[in-house]
Structures are given as structure tokens and as C-alpha cells.
């Protein structure tokens, strides 16, 4: 390369002509070097057929009725994603594969997908019996109830109606959907379907403009008077930002936005992005605000691809880099400093998933979640739920020669030995090494596979990779040999970061419909995060305020999970500061000696307070317009809430991580769950008498808490100092986020790939544009018996029934709920 470059510097120097000569062949290498595969990929990638299509089908010759059709791709949703770990069966401990997964869920089996069509032979291994991490109703807890119910009406109860029903605990509510539905399609796409028939619907309905949340802020639209206990709920849908500022304006004080009126007297659309017409709405300003930052959000995550040279020049001017390291609470005393009430909202609507004030939150966190929350796209669900999804996606593995494994204990990971002429440390460990914040310098052992709780070896080849989805804490924590870690080290700047507290999980058996039951697809929060802060007038200054805090109740408690626990401020202010200056987790003494005194101080309990603890209640079902067909009288409700300390113990450590706790002693549980079922007969009375079952599940890890440190350290990327090791999830992107993770496993399966600089910013190649450009198109159409062309759906539902409900409300021109096929995609 050096010769080229000097042969080419003589030439463009002694000969004008030259010039057009190199940029023609310049030219032309770019266009041969976007259209030429990456190593590892088949010359001829697989075209996978529908999972829902079986061989021995198509060697019938008698044709299936429409009900007969329906009834088996139903069949399919009451079965868990993967098969069930079987110990007895060493096959899989006797082949090599070119990727072991560890994780769950559509982030991981998108993944798997991805590098499945990219030639790569994929194992994927759950810890949870489902991967699509569903979760039924357990046996014991069906015998438990029906025993009770038996006894008080002296018959049979209605719990078989919920037997191997799924209750969908990550409630997968997608964000952006087109943007989302591109990024899917080279993972799904089949011989009969660009989409590998998965459709998704818009939560809710057009009467309520697709509302998709509702908000319950302490104090909101109050005068105070009432505490932290009043409140008005915000409905939250498609209509866009315009409507949000005009409910701003009309209920709680802020000015209207600008005319929608153009010169002709016409109406403009305000269901798009342009919000050029602020007016005195200090809502939409701070919207459109939002979003002119959010626009570099998909750069600044391309970098974490990228080496920390071409990371710099990439992104040194990103405003949403700049924002990774600044608190949300900061650029909402600056924006919106006239109206509290506005301030909450915005608070409210920028970190709904996570029980974290403003004050902790990071910005860039924040901005992205208010901009998908107030998208006019609203959100979707898929058809048939999150099984349908991961049974499309584990079917691709599947088909490519790759495995799903369900239900298996992993114990560590393995690694080989490094031999003894290796280990004298090169200046660039050196630096990794101080980058941990000890002096782990030294080349790093080749991660090459995972030992489970049974003593079974699971290898990879050669040049294969082990990818974790369960996020940098369990991998580096968990399941990181202390051997291991003790001589080489974590990623740099994980001692910075801090778990979030693990969340349980209510799930309630609905006896009726979403009808019947008055049921929407919107999930509701209670946001005590949010509270409405108190501002003041500062005495002997006329006309200044002092602001208030948000999340902080009438006793000026911190109301935000981290603040319960008392952290202190220095730790993320130090990381984010580190992260300014190259990202190293090291902390200094005075952050040191700060987090030292937090520890010494006394740790207020964490308990559900019925009224007042952070809340979230969603209905799946009501979500999923084919339920009713599959389920017919039936609703499921899941309720989260943050964990009991009788169920978790948190270390202030550093990383601060949470341990699981064995079951409470007593009826603990039981009264726990009670009380969180009376607050959800508070907010919804008409469920009062229909509660079938109710079982408390959990605790579920929720990964890393959003605040600055998570985003300042150089670590939090898909690559690891480890050879062959990978992180994804949505730890690398947002949290609590179904777009998150997907991101998340799109970035580790690239860095598994190996695409280059050039590769990625230049040359906008990568492992979705090479499939995109190689995948054959779907050819194997199915025909309808007048000769039209059909949607070949896995979920089969009645979209004309659903065009006719819109049509009766008089909402002819509203979108249905099936989403575009994209065949040409």
C-alpha cells in the first residue's frame, strides 16, 4: 500500500492527467469493492423456507382449507421457541460451531439470523425455557388456584383456559417500525415473503390516535395543593409533537405553537417532523431540539464498530456523542425553565422504562426515548407476538445448519492457554491495561467456547466467536473465570457502570375479552421519577427562581432507584469525564474516598409502596389483533415493578450490581403481589372480578442503568480486549429497548463479520446491505384460487375486519394495522 501511494503521489505530480486516470480508477475499485462479499460468505446464500412450512406437507397433494391452515400455524404460538437442552444428547458437545450465542431473545435469534446467512454456523443457548422469553403460567401455581377456586364456588375454575397461554414479560412494544422492519427483513426474508410473513401491528386504535402509553406523574397538571398524590394522566400517541404541544398549552400552561395555517389558508399536516412553526410553545422547541440531536445517534453508534482513531474523526463534532455525557436534568432547567409542569412531562416521556430522575439520566438516553415515544409512526407489535418473531428468526438459524438450545445453565466461559513467548506485554496492552484501571497489560487468551453447570464443553472453531447478549456485567462478572479475570482484566471502564435493579413480574389471567374488558394496547406507567419539581422565588431577589429537582417528593426524598440507594453524583461526573478524555474506567481518589462515605451512610430499604412506587402495567394481548382468534375469552395482563429487597441485594461496589436472593421467607411474596394488585384494581376497576390467576415471576436482570458512565466508557462496545469474545444487547444501545436490541445484535454481528472503516463509512457497506444486495428475492409466491396473488402470513388475522371498525368510527383514511409486505425490499 505504502508503494501505491507513492507511485500515485509521482504520477498525480508530474503528469495533470493522471488525476482523471486515478479517480476513474478509484472509482471503479469502490464500486467493485461494494459489490464483492465479505470473507466467510457463501457465493450462493440459502433461501429459507417459512417456518410454519413443513416437508412433509408439501408432499401432500390434498389442499388445506383456509381453517385447517390457520389452526396449524396457530399450532405453532403454544410452543416455545428452541429445543430443550437434553444432557444425554453429546452431539452438541462433539460439533464445532463458528458462533456460540449466549442469550435470549429477538435481539439474540436476529443475530443468530444475520450471521446464519452469512455462512456462519450458529448455535444459540438459553438460560430460559422459552428464547422467546415468554413465560406460562407455572403447574404449581394452576393446582394452587384451582384447589381455591374449587373450594369457594364448589366447581371447576377457568384456569384451564391459561394453560401453555404466554405472557409476553418484555411487552415488545417496536419503535420507528420502518427503520426497524429494513434492519429485520434480511434476517426473515423466505422463498415466499420478503418479511418471512411477519407483520406488525399499530398499538391502539383510531378513535384514540393510536395511543400507545399513558403517564402518571406525581403532581402533573396540579396546583400542588394535593402533594405527590394528584395527578393528571398524558396520553401519549401517533398524532405527533404538534398535539403534544397543544395539550401542553391547553392543560398545563405552556404556549401554543405556531399556525397551522399556510398562506392559502390551508391546513398544514402536523402529523410529520417539520416542526418549523414553533411559535410560543417552549414544548415544541424543546421537541424539535431533541430531535436535531437524536439525528447523529446512528452515527455515533456506527463508531462503536470502528477503532478509536477512526472513532475520533468520525464523530468528534456528533452532538449526540456530546450529549452521552451530559445529564438530561441539565438540559431541561436550560430549555424549559418557566414551566415545572412541562419540565415533568418532558422528564416523564424521555425515561418511562426506568425508575431513574432526570438527574441521573443521561442525555442522549433521553432524547432518543422522547423521540421514539412521540414519533407520528406510534408504535407496533408483531402479529402472533414475540414467539411468532423468534420462531421466523430461529428457523433461518435453523435452516443455515445452525442450532437453538433452550433451558441450558451456563457455568463460564473457556479460554485457551497463552503460550509462554506471548505473554511479555506490548506498549498497546500496556495502555489497555491502564485503561482497566489495573495493570493487566499483556496479551489477552482467545475466548473459544462455554463450560456448562454440567461439566459439558461447548467449543467454537478456530476462528470462531463466542457472542453474549446478556449483557457486560453477567458476561465480565458472571460467567469471566476469576482466574481469568484476575490476570487479564474487564473491559475498560466497567468498574464505572451500575446495574439496574432487577424488576418482577406480575402476570394475570383476564377472564373476558379486550372488549368485553374495555382494554387498550396502551401500557400505563406511574413515573414517581417524574415528580413535579418545587420551584421557588429565591428570597430578596426579585423575580429569581430557583428551580426545583425533578423526581423528588413532598419529604425531598429522591424518588429514582439510584437515589434510594444513595448513590452519589462524583462516580458518573468522574466516568464522564474519563470518557471526555478517552474513556478509561479508572476512578480517582476523590470519587474514591466520596463513594467510600456513600457505603458508610445507612441504605434506605427498597419496598413497594401501593400509590407510590414506579409501576408499569401492560396487556399484550390486547396489543395482538390475532389474539382473540387464538385465545377467544381470554386476556393477559403483566404488572413491573422494581424488586423487593427481600428479593435482591445490592452491592455498592464497583460496578454496583445487584445478587438474587432466595424466595422470601412467609407470605412475603404473596403479600407483596396483593398489594400491587389492589393498585392495579385502583387504575382499572373493571378487572376488579376477572382476575383468573395471578403468580409473581422474577427477578429478571435489566442490565445497565442509563445514566452517563454507561455511555462515557470506551468498553461498551461489541468488540472485548478478549480474542473471540463479543458483547451485544441492547447494554451497547438503549435499555429496556426492543430497537435497542436489535441495534445491539446488528453491531455485534458486523464486528463478528469484520467490516472496516472503509467498509462502513464510506462505502455504506455492511452485513444488512450485503444480504439485501445477495438474498435472492422471494419467488415461490402463493396464489389465491382466482389467480391474485396472497400475503404468505405466519400469523393469520382479519384485516378487513379490522378496516371495517375504522370504517365505522369514520376514520376511512386512518392506516390498517397490517404493515407494508415491502416485497421489493
Known amino acids: 500500500e505504502a508503494l501505491v501511494l507513492v507511485a500515485t503521489f509521482c504520477l498525480v505530480g508530474l503528469q495533470p492527467w493522471a488525476l482523471v486516470t486515478l479517480v476513474a480508477l478509484g472509482r471503479w475499485e469502490m464500486e467493485r469493492r461494494k459489490g464483492r462479499k465479505v470473507k466467510g460468505i457463501p457465493k450462493e446464500l440459502k433461501v429459507c423456507e417459512p417456518y410454519y412450512t413443513r416437508e412433509e406437507d408439501e408432499k401432500k397433494e390434498d389442499k388445506k382449507s383456509d381453517g385447517e391452515e390457520r389452526a396449524e400455524k396457530y399450532a405453532f404460538l403454544s410452543k416455545p421457541v428452541g429445543t430443550k437442552y437434553n444432557p444425554a444428547d453429546l452431539s452438541l ?80 412494544n417496536i419503535s420507528h417500525p420502518a427503520k426497524q422492519q429494513k434492519l429485520l427483513a434480511p434476517a426473515l426474508c423466505t422463498a415466499t415473503d420478503a418479511q418471512g410473513g411477519i407483520r406488525f401491528a399499530r398499538i391502539g386504535s383510531p378513535q384514540d390516535g393510536y395511543a400507545h402509553s399513558v403517564l402518571s406523574v406525581p403532581g402533573l ?104 455525557i451530559q445529564r438530561a436534568s441539565a438540559f431541561l432547567d436550560k430549555c424549559l425553565p418557566l414551566n415545572p409542569h412541562v419540565r415533568s412531562l418532558m422528564a416523564a416521556i424521555g425515561n418511562p422504562n426506568e425508575n431513574l430522575p432526570p438527574g441521573k439520566t443521561c442525555m442522549a438516553a433521553h432524547v432518543s426515548h422522547l423521540c421514539a415515544m412521540t414519533s407520528t409512526e406510534g408504535m407496533v407489535y408483531p402479529i402472533g407476538g414475540p414467539r411468532a418473531l423468534c420462531h421466523s428468526l430461529a428457523s433461518v438459524i435453523e435452516q443455515c445448519g445452525g442450532r437453538v438450545v433452550s433451558g441450558v445453565a451456563l457455568q463460564e466461559l473457556l479460554f485457551d492457554k497463552l503460550p509462554d513467548a506471548e505473554k511479555k506485554p506490548t506498549k498497546k496492552d500496556k495502555k489497555d491495561g491502564a485503561d482497566n484501571g489495573e495493570d493487566h497489560s499483556g496479551p489477552k487468551p482467545r475466548c473459544k467456547g462455554i463450560r456448562l453447570q454440567n461439566g459439558c464443553e461447548i467449543t467454537t472453531t478456530e476462528e470462531g466467536a463466542v457472542l453474549s ?91 429514582g432507584g439510584e437515589g434510594e440507594e444513595g448513590e452519589t453524583t462524583t462516580i458518573a461526573e468522574d466516568a464522564a469525564t474519563v470518557g471526555q478524555g478517552g474513556g478509561r474506567g479508572k476512578r480517582s481518589k476523590t470519587a474514591t ?186 419467488c415461490d409466491v402463493v396464489v389465491g384460487d382466482s389467480g391474485e396473488v396472497m400475503e404468505d402470513l405466519a400469523v393469520p388475522f382479519d384485516a378487513k375486519e379490522i378496516e371495517k371498525k375504522n370504517e365505522d368510527a369514520g376514520n376511512d383514511d386512518v392506516p390498517t394495522h397490517t404493515a407494508e409486505s415491502s416485497k421489493e425490499g
Open 93 to 172: 458437545r462433539d460439533e464445532e460451531h463458528d458462533v456460540l450465542l449466549l442469550g435470549s431473545g429477538a435481539d439474540t435469534l436476529y443475530a443468530g439470523a444475520l450471521l446464519a446467512r452469512a455462512g456462519r454456523k450458529v448455535c444459540v443457548l438459553s438460560p430460559t425455557e422459552d428464547v422467546s422469553e415468554c413465560t406460562v403460567i407455572s403447574a404449581q401455581q394452576k393446582q394452587k388456584l384451582a384447589k381455591t377456586k374449587k373450594a369457594a364456588k364448589g366447581g371447576e375454575s377457568g384456569l384451564a383456559l391459561f394453560a401453555n397461554v404466554p405472557f409476553d414479560v418484555r411487552a415488545m
Open 221 to 324: 397538571g396540579t396546583d400542588g395543593s394535593s402533594g405527590s398524590d394528584g395527578m393528571i394522566p398524558v396520553v401519549i400517541n401517533a398524532e405527533g409533537p404538534t398535539s403534544l404541544a397543544e395539550f401542553c398549552a391547553t392543560s398545563l400552561g405552556d404556549g401554543f405553537p405556531g399556525s397551522t395555517m399556510d398562506l392559502d389558508g390551508n391546513t398544514k399536516d402536523t402529523n410529520d417532523d417539520n416542526l418549523d412553526n414553533v411559535g410560543n410553545s417552549t414544548s415544541l422547541g424543546y421537541l424539535k431540539a431533541c430531535r436535531q440531536i437524536n439525528a447523529g445517534s446512528a452515527e455515533y453508534y456506527l463508531s462503536k464498530l470502528l477503532t478509536a482513531t477512526n472513532k475520533n474523526a468520525s464523530s468528534e463534532s456528533n452532538a449526540y456523542k456530546q450529549s452521552t
Open 469 to 559: 447478549t446478556l449483557g457486560l456485567l453477567p458476561t465480565f462478572l458472571h460467567l469471566l473465570p476469576t482466574d481469568v479475570r484476575g490476570a487479564h482484566g474487564v473491559c475498560p471502564g466497567l468498574p464505572a457502570v451500575s446495574e439496574r435493579r432487577p424488576l418482577l413480574k406480575i402476570l394475570v389471567g383476564l377472564r373476558g375479552t379486550k372488549e368485553e374488558l374495555d382494554l387498550t394496547g396502551a401500557d400505563w406507567y406511574r413515573l414517581p421519577n417524574a415528580t413535579l419539581p418545587r420551584d421557588e422565588l429565591v428570597a430578596g431577589e426579585t423575580g429569581k427562581v430557583q428551580l426545583g429537582t425533578i423526581g423528588v417528593d413532598d419529604d425531598d426524598d429522591a424518588v
Open 593 to 778: 474516598a466520596s463513594a467510600t462515605a456513600t457505603t458508610a451512610k445507612k441504605q434506605r430499604s427498597n419496598k413497594f409502596a401501593s400509590g407510590r412506587s414506579w409501576m408499569k402495567v401492560s396487556f399484550p394481548s390486547a396489543k395482538d389483533p390475532s389474539w382473540s382468534d387464538r385465545h377467544p375469552s381470554i386476556s393477559t395482563c403483566v404488572i413491573t415493578i422494581e424488586a423487593d429487597d427481600d428479593f435482591v441485594r445490592m452491592f455498592d461496589t464497583t460496578p454496583r450490581i445487584y445478587s438474587m436472593l432466595n424466595a422470601p421467607a412467609g407470605d412475603a411474596a404473596e403479600r407483596l403481589k396483593d398489594r400491587v394488585l389492589r393498585d392495579l384494581v385502583e387504575n382499572f376497576p373493571q378487572l376488579s372480578d376477572k382476575m383468573e390467576c395471578a403468580q409473581l415471576t422474577g427477578p429478571y436482570r435489566s442490565g445497565l442503568v442509563q445514566n452517563p458512565a454507561r455511555f462515557a466508557i470506551r468498553g461498551n462496545r461489541p468488540s472485548t480486549p478478549y480474542p473471540g469474545l463479543f458483547v451485544g444487547g441492547a447494554d451497547l444501545t438503549l435499555g429496556d429497548s426492543f430497537s435497542g436490541g436489535i441495534v445491539g445484535g446488528w453491531l455485534a454481528a458486523n464486528a463478528i463479520m469484520g467490516y472496516s472503516f472503509l467498509d462502513l463509512v464510506y462505502l455504506q457497506k455492511n452485513l444488512t446491505s450485503d444480504l439485501e444486495r445477495f438474498l435472492e428475492e422471494p
